[in-house]
């Protein structure tokens, strides 16, 4: 399998634009998480989804940023209107619950610079 | 309330060096799982180790060890004779509740710099 697949790897958007990130599960995986990591804050739980329904969203910061799982290979993060201190690092991971023996894989993340 | 603790910011040793990463959990949980990710310079986060709350038995995967010990809520990581190649920061975390869904809590991170 080829991982969890993060797209773009490096955005660079001017404020006020709309940004979409993607991300691609490992297949057959039923959890999907969006984290975002700053220096400020490490990283931190944004949102996650078990079989394409959200089932914590509490982790994110504004109305301004929103997450879709349309389908169990495909989750979307859109942040609209951008802003500078969104400026973060966002990985994608997934995991499969299997009890006693689940982890989660990371994506190698998206690089967002809002200017 | 859940946290990770990774009192260690930086730690900066020489080729071929012993060094220990601590970490310090809090949970009320009795069940929980606790991991270690590496996140070299080129950016991903690389699954390391898992353990459960089940489960004290210390772990050692070539010069990679674990200790894990309830009773200090610690999960400590030992490299042993740190190579160039480990230099990253590492984190520990944090799931809890009895179904384990890969949710996590991070420590702060440990950046280690293995010198040659």
Redesign the interface.
């Known amino acids: 399998d080829a991982g969890v697949i993060q797209s773009p790897r490096h955005e660079v958007t001017e404020m006020g634009q709309e940004v979409t990130l993607r991300c691609k599960p490992i297949s057959g995986h039923d959890y999907l998480f969006w984290y975002r990591q700053t220096m400020m804050r490490g990283l931190e739980l944004l949102i996650y989804f078990n079989n394409n329904v959200p089932i914590d969203d509490s982790g994110m910061p504004e109305d301004r940023f929103s997450a879709k799982m349309p389908n169990a290979s495909f989750s979307n993060l859109k942040i609209q209107p951008s802003e500078p201190r969104d400026s973060a690092v966002y990985f994608c991971a997934s995991s499969l619950n299997r009890g006693l023996f689940t982890e989660a894989f990371f994506g190698q993340g998206t690089r967002l610079t809002v200017v | 309330a859940q946290k990770v603790t990774q009192a260690q910011t930086e730690i900066s040793v020489v080729e071929k060096e012993d060094v220990t990463l601590d970490c310090v959990y809090e949970t009320r949980d009795t069940t929980y799982?606790l991991?270690w990710?590496k996140q070299p310079p080129?950016?991903?986060?690389?699954?390391l180790i898992?353990r459960?709350s089940f489960d004290e038995q210390n772990e050692i995967s070539g010069r990679y060890s674990w200790n894990f010990q309830k009773s200090t809520s610690s999960f400590n990581f030992t490299i042993t004779a740190s190579q160039v190649v480990d230099s990253a920061v590492y984190?520990c975390a944090l799931?809890y509740g009895s179904?384990?869904?890969?949710?996590?809590?991070?420590?702060?991170?440990t950046t280690l710099q293995v010198k040659p």
Do not use: H
């Not at chain 2, 080129?42 to 699954?47: A, I, K, N, Q, T």
């Not at chain 2, 890969?102 to 702060?108: E, H, R």
């Open positions: 799982y991991f990710y080129s950016g991903e986060l690389v699954f898992r459960n984190f799931s179904s384990n869904t890969g949710k996590l809590i991070f420590g702060q991170g």
